[in-house]
């Protein structure tokens, strides 16, 4: 049991972080929701106009909010889901034992390195229906018949968007999959190999079970990165309705059409989105995991 001057001694170190904490994140939070309750612009022409709860039921009411939303979600669950097979895949490759293994593992993080807006900017060229590289090879090789507008198209825009995403975050997976991976003693699978189990029944029993911290973390980091995803929709499309997100909807509510207390009801809503996201994790696979 801690001593009471051991748990002052910890407050007082741990105080100063606190300080940063609420100065960077919790006063703007506050800002935040504060706001929300106003009908005002971002310019202060007007007076600001005490709404209540106005903001929050127009978005239940909005259909460009309904739309963002389901982008965000159809976005957040198809690119965190393939993101995640293939990311415990690649970490599964690297993992084991073969010549070149170091250059393979650096390789496999450059996509990540590179930064989000320089890659959706490099993909958004390459992906031209004009001069793009993706048209030319697939025309050349005869796998496309015709040259294709994957950005213009509506229903091509958002999977190519997603590939992008699953193209730059993957190697992120894997790379946190590969730190679970090294944790897991090597002695079980020298026991199950003893045994007579296969490499099928050694994933299944062994590697998945004592690997679904590090997944369920991993699930976590990438699901609240997903929901709150900008820079890479909004390089590649802009506020395109068929692919605007609820941050780039924040963003365009914000700072095209100046309205402080709807984009700020909006950020609220985001916030809260995350929060169940994450409620959700943790009620069904993640209390378990992390015991």
Do not use: C
């Not at 100063?16 to 202060?44: E, M």
């Amino acid at each position: 049991m801690l001593t009471l001057r051991q748990v002052r001694l910890a407050w007082i170190l741990v105080l100063p972080t606190l300080l940063v904490v609420v100065l960077v994140a919790g006063y703007p939070l506050a800002q935040v929701f504060y706001w929300s309750f106003f009908k005002a612009d971002i310019a202060f022409v007007e007076p600001p106009e005490f709404v209540g709860l106005e903001n929050y039921l127009l978005l239940f009411q909005d259909p460009d909010f309904r739309q963002a939303l389901w982008n965000t979600l159809k976005f957040t669950v198809v690119s965190v889901s393939l993101e995640t097979v293939l990311g415990l895949a690649i970490a599964l490759i690297i993992h084991s034992n073969f010549r070149g293994r170091g250059l393979v593992r650096t390789a496999i993080l450059i996509p990540w390195a590179i930064p989000t807006v320089v890659s959706a900017k490099m993909w958004q060229w390459m992906l031209h229906d004009v001069y793009g590289v993706i048209n030319v090879i697939g025309v050349k090789l005869g796998l496309l018949s015709q040259k294709v507008a994957f950005l213009a198209r509506p229903e091509l825009i958002l999977p190519a968007i997603i590939a992008v995403d699953v193209w730059k975050t993957t190697p992120f997976m894997a790379l946190l999959l590969l730190a679970g991976l090294q944790l897991i003693p090597e002695e079980l699978y020298e026991a199950a190999s003893i045994d007579g189990a296969s490499r099928w029944q050694q994933f299944w029993s062994i590697t998945l079970p004592l690997l679904t911290p590090a997944l369920v973390v991993a699930l976590i980091f990438r699901t609240l990165d997903a929901l709150r995803v900008f820079d890479v929709v909004f390089v590649m499309s802009g506020v395109n309705p068929a692919t605007r997100t609820l941050a780039v909807y924040n963003r365009q509510t914000l700072i095209d059409f100046q309205d402080l207390g709807y984009g700020s009801a909006i950020s609220v809503a985001i916030l809260v989105i995350i929060f169940v996201f994450v409620l959700l994790y943790m009620r069904t696979i993640g209390k378990e995991a992390l015991k």
